[in-house]
């Protein structure tokens, strides 16, 4: 199994039972195990819309709670992206102005304490990233604390495993290639 492949397995789950899901920035990885009632995607790009997804915009992240309105969305699913926002934490408020309370949000995000990035660092390579257009990593505790920060309660991390010439291992979160982070909102 390839690391995205389990990356939105794992992400899917913790969506499970939410009926209505704002996929975010999906149209280069869209999931195909969103199962839920009405799964809406919104991405800077306009995109076919996949069998599952019920419809696709295009429009920017930080322009949330618009085009949908306040509460509107019982989760959010945001897949590699929060490493290439200038604000995440503008990010993160949207997010929370977005869901009903007690929805969820669901993203995952390169970790830096990976081995792969902790060999990079040693070496100061400047060649090899994630991405180019990655901006920041976010190690995993300063992650729940801006999530904290943002407003989100009972926050979770979970490991994306590690990919390797054998296939997706499995690997413990502080370590993890990718963290997949679920917080709520609260119920009011």
């Not at 390839?2 to 280069?28: E, F, N, P, T």
Request: charged share 20%.
């Amino acid at each position: 199994m390839h690391v995205q492949d389990y990356r939105m397995r794992k992400m899917a789950s913790l969506c499970k039972d939410r009926a209505r899901v704002l996929d975010l920035g999906w149209a280069q990885y869209p999931s195909v195990y969103l199962r839920n009632a009405e799964v809406i995607g919104l991405d800077l790009i306009l995109a076919p819309a996949p069998p599952n997804y019920t419809k696709t915009f295009a429009g920017d992240v930080m322009d949330l709670p618009q085009p949908f309105g306040a509460e509107s969305f019982d989760a959010i699913h945001a897949g590699e992206l929060l490493e290439h926002l200038e604000h995440p934490m503008g990010f993160l408020r949207n997010c929370l102005a977005t869901l009903r309370p007690g929805g969820i949000l669901v993203l995952s995000t390169p970790n830096p304490n990976s081995p792969w990035e902790r060999l990079l660092t040693l070496t100061l390579s400047r060649k090899h990233f994630y991405a180019q257009d990655h901006l920041c990593l976010y190690p995993q505790r300063w992650l729940i604390r801006m999530m904290e920060r943002a407003g989100f309660v009972n926050i979770k991390l979970y490991s994306g495993g590690i990919q390797s010439p054998f296939g997706l291992v499995p690997f413990p979160r502080p370590w993890c290639y990718q963290t997949i982070a679920a917080a709520f909102k609260k119920e009011q």
